[in-house]
């Protein structure tokens, strides 16, 4: 009993910069991983916004957590100090920066020619795969343009980045809905040609990075973001081939609402966070 309220008043609040996010669910699996190393739920926080995880814990204890965290396999740097929260040792690097400007040309770019293809092939899945893409690029954007910002105004900007994509997300969902009433079966053809290319875009979204596969926790970033991309593409190229066996438009829309669901899902959480980091900065 007395160990147990030593360690309550033992702890101290710690942040750490986390690399590799793209969305709430990362978020929610980082948590958990530090409440099985026995962190109270409320003793943890990681913002969706700012890619920040506030944690409230003895300092004896930091080597088990992180040991924890890690297993997620994302990247983990403390914050000494507000200064230090300014800094990203990953992103000062310019040959790395190079390299994600790269990433972020190839999903935008990528992104708006998938979302012409959605509405040419008549894919709701698609378009769906398409807002992923743009979503993508946009966070890693605005992590480039945000080096060195301070937390109110990652906050800021993050909060702005979340309502925009919630909007997109919205329309997606909304015009997905409007075509369930009439299910028209889209070009399977078209539809899984633009998947197969979105699964070749993130393999050559990923080669500019290889070179800092084995850098700082930081730059493990892509390998996490790719894997969920894919996971998205590959869905969208099975729904193709069940809409053209099945000659139903229903695979597409299934596929559509999952994704632009989650995206929502993110969505909210990037503002929720944006608001929460926003009263923290005040």
């Given at each position: 009993?007395a160990n147990?309220?030593s360690?309550i008043t033992?702890?101290?609040?710690?942040?750490?910069?986390?690399?590799?996010?793209?969305?709430?669910?990362?978020?929610a699996q980082?948590?958990?991983?530090?409440?099985?190393?026995?962190?109270a739920?409320?003793a943890?926080?990681?913002?969706a916004?700012?890619h920040?995880?506030?944690?409230?814990?003895p300092?004896?204890?930091?080597?088990?957590?992180?040991k924890?965290?890690?297993t997620?396999?994302y990247?983990?740097?403390?914050i000494?100090?507000d200064?230090?929260?300014?800094?990203?040792a990953?992103?000062?690097?310019?040959?790395?920066?190079?390299?994600l400007?790269?990433?972020?040309?190839?999903?935008v770019?990528?992104?708006?020619?998938?979302?012409?293809g959605?509405?040419?092939s008549g894919?709701?899945?698609?378009?769906a795969?398409?807002l992923d893409f743009?979503?993508?690029g946009?966070?890693?954007?605005?992590?480039?343009?945000?080096?060195?910002?301070?937390?109110?105004w990652?906050?800021?900007?993050?909060l702005?980045?979340g309502i925009?994509?919630?909007?997109?997300g919205?329309g997606?969902?909304?015009?997905?809905i409007?075509?369930?009433?009439e299910?028209t079966?889209?070009d399977?053809?078209?539809m899984?040609?633009?998947?197969?290319?979105?699964?070749?875009?993130?393999?050559?979204?990923?080669?500019?990075?290889?070179?800092?596969?084995?850098?700082?926790a930081?730059?493990?970033?892509v390998?996490?973001?790719s894997?969920?991309?894919?996971i998205?593409n590959?869905?969208v190229?099975i729904?193709?081939?069940?809409?053209f066996?099945l000659?139903?438009?229903?695979?597409?829309?299934?596929?559509a609402?999952?994704?632009?669901?989650l995206?929502?899902?993110?969505s909210?959480a990037?503002?929720?966070?944006a608001?929460?980091?926003?009263?923290?900065?005040?």
């Amino acid at each position: 009993m007395a160990n147990a309220e030593s360690a309550i008043t033992d702890a101290r609040s710690f942040r750490y910069r986390v690399s590799g996010m793209d969305c709430a669910k990362d978020a929610a699996q980082i948590e958990r991983a530090a409440q099985s190393a026995g962190v109270a739920p409320d003793a943890v926080k990681v913002s969706a916004a700012t890619h920040i995880m506030t944690l409230e814990a003895p300092e004896a204890r930091l080597p088990e957590i992180e040991k924890a965290v890690e297993t997620t396999g994302y990247g983990f740097d403390r914050i000494e100090s507000d200064e230090d929260l300014q800094q990203g040792a990953a992103h000062q690097d310019p040959a790395y920066r190079r390299a994600l400007w790269i990433v972020v040309i190839l999903n935008v770019g990528y992104g708006v020619i998938e979302m012409v293809g959605g509405f040419i092939s008549g894919s709701q899945a698609v378009k769906a795969d398409a807002l992923d893409f743009i979503g993508d690029g946009a966070i890693t954007f605005l992590g480039l343009l945000a080096i060195g910002w301070s937390l109110a105004w990652r906050a800021r900007s993050a909060l702005i980045q979340g309502i925009f994509l919630g909007l997109l997300g919205l329309g997606v969902l909304g015009t997905t809905i409007m075509r369930a009433f009439e299910p028209t079966p889209p070009d399977a053809t078209l539809m899984g040609i633009l998947g197969l290319i979105a699964l070749v875009i993130n393999v050559i979204s990923v080669l500019p990075l290889l070179k800092f596969r084995k850098g700082d926790a930081n730059m493990r970033a892509v390998w996490l973001f790719s894997r969920n991309d894919a996971i998205g593409n590959a869905a969208v190229v099975i729904a193709a081939g069940l809409v053209f066996w099945l000659g139903s438009a229903w695979p597409d829309l299934i596929v559509a609402f999952g994704i632009a669901g989650l995206f929502l899902h993110s969505s909210w959480a990037i503002i929720r966070d944006a608001r929460s980091d926003l009263k923290v900065a005040a």
